[in-house]
Antibody
């Protein structure tokens, strides 16, 4: 059974870079069955897709965040990561990683990690 | 960007009643590329239905969907105590967007 677990700092200073990692267990991140995604949730913006990456490492980004986001895969550690630069208070949110089913770039999200709360503040 | 509008914002019902949740898209969603999620406080969203009508593993058949194009409905035939939660629709036909959610609360 596929499981995902986010990790990263809970507090980031404004203008700094937010870095999160999602460790995958119960399956290989190399599997062609899945794409891998980051999604965030905040009271102001609701659920917002941030980025996805294919099993072969091809990234896809939300156009509204593309200039500040990078997603990558570490196949040796069975994990994928998110970097969000120049953060502001508006980036404070609960960040989830998730697998995308359907073996295609456009698919539903299942399962999700439990989420990690990130606050941007000095 | 496809905007998804869910209604009502809050649905107050009693256990055993039928719940009808609406998700309307700002443009046609291709190939019925719509999913529904349930989220309880302190938990991540859980996939209920994808491909507009396929239930995820372990999801009981009291959850069903209907609709196509721009208008979709999630129906819970008889509410169980564990069904009171937030529900979100999500489209994946053109990038990804989520609706604002419907809160199904106990009346």
């Amino acid at each position: 059974q596929l499981q995902l677990q986010e990790s990263g700092p809970g507090l980031v200073e404004p203008s700094e870079t937010l870095s999160l990692t999602c460790t995958v267990s119960g399956g290989s991140i190399n599997s062609y069955t899945y794409y891998w995604a980051w999604i965030r949730q905040s009271p102001g913006k609701g659920l917002e897709w941030i980025a996805s990456i294919s099993y072969s490492g091809i990234p896809y980004y939300n156009p509204s965040l593309k200039s500040r986001v990078a997603i990558s895969v570490d196949t040796s550690a069975n994990r994928f990561s998110l970097d969000l630069t120049s953060v502001t208070a508006a980036d404070s949110a609960l960040y989830y990683c998730a697998a995308q089913g359907g073996a295609t770039r456009l698919a539903w999200f299942d399962p999700w990690g439990q989420g990690t709360l990130v606050t941007v503040s000095s | 960007e496809i905007v998804l509008t869910q209604s009502p914002g809050t649905l107050s019902l009693s256990p055993g009643e039928r719940a009808t949740l609406s998700c309307r898209a700002s443009q046609t969603i291709s190939s019925n590329s719509l999913a529904w999620y349930q989220q309880k406080p302190g938990q991540a969203p859980r996939l209920l239905i994808y491909g507009a009508s396929s239930r995820a593993t372990g999801i009981p058949d009291r959850f069903s969907v209907s609709g196509s194009g721009t208008d979709f409905t999630l129906t819970i035939s008889r509410l169980e105590p564990e069904d009171f939660a937030m529900y979100y629709c999500q489209q994946y036909g053109n990038s990804f967007t989520f609706g604002g959610g419907t809160n199904v609360e106990i009346k």
